[in-house]
């Protein structure tokens, strides 16, 4: 799948995670995956990190097609989605919060392409109006390993796809096997926006609004390609961002 390596490739801009000093520098790093990237280039696009400057964020998607929101080891402010206290696991990242809340507007506001992936499926909901489980385990006590002990190149789990979704459309299954890595989830769904995948314990695993061409959050890793379907929903999103042209 994908287009023509010889054809114009969208731009798709690609959110980073960031750390502190320690690792791979003495001074704060920016850091991500290459198959995030590796996914995008498939997939037919032509990647750009995206450095946190939230100050930026219009000028920077003015120049783009489409727009990855990625994943990270840490959380949304549950300030941000109204909730009344702060769960002890919750770590955030405000800096990155603040600027990937505003490219992720200002894209939907063009009605730009936008994948979440992971932590970023989250913070698309709360950016349109949703609310987040801050732990998994306190809300289903019997729910799977959604922080899966084998690695996360190998699935987790399954998922349902909801019929008549963005997602069905571009899969074309209605079972997917992903991998899993979190311990929070959608909670509200936000105004407008409907629920397109589930795991067999009932916690939400994509969401997705029928009033943008493509606004598309899932919980799991796609860039990792452990299911067939994965690679669709990058060469869906490439597909919506050349028509952004």
């Not at 209605?174 to 009932?202: C, E, F, K, M, Y």
């Not at 994509?206 to 606004?215: K, L, V």
Request: glycine share 12%; charged share 20%.
């Amino acid at each position: 799948m994908g287009i023509s390596v010889s054809a114009y490739r969208p731009l798709i801009g690609v959110t980073l995670d960031v750390e502190q000093p320690g690792g791979y520098s003495r001074f704060p790093w920016y850091a991500l995956r290459v198959n995030y990237m590796d996914a995008i280039v498939a997939a037919g696009g032509l990647p750009v990190a995206l450095p946190h400057e939230p100050d930026l964020a219009a000028q920077m998607v003015a120049r783009l097609d489409g727009l990855v929101v990625t994943g990270g080891a840490f959380d949304v402010d549950p300030v941000l989605f109204g909730a009344g206290e702060r769960h002890v696991t919750v770590t955030t990242k405000d800096r990155r919060t603040a600027f990937e809340l505003g490219v992720v507007r200002t894209a939907l506001d063009r009605d730009m392409p936008v994948l979440g992936i992971c932590g970023g499926e989250q913070l698309l909901n709360v950016a349109l109006g949703g609310s987040l489980i801050q732990h998994i385990p306190d809300r289903f006590p019997e729910a799977l390993a959604h922080e899966q002990p084998n690695p996360r190149n190998e699935p987790g789990h399954t998922v349902s796809v909801d019929p008549g979704t963005l997602l069905a459309r571009l899969v074309g299954r209605q079972t997917l096997s992903v991998n899993s890595a979190h311990h929070q989830a959608v909670d509200r769904i936000a105004p407008g926006a409907v629920r397109n995948a589930a795991a067999p314990d009932g916690v939400i695993e994509g969401i997705e609004h029928p009033g943008f061409r493509y606004c598309l959050g899932v919980q799991w890793h796609p860039e990792f390609l452990i299911d067939t379907g994965d690679r669709l929903i990058f060469d869906g999103l490439v597909a919506a961002a050349l028509e952004t042209r």
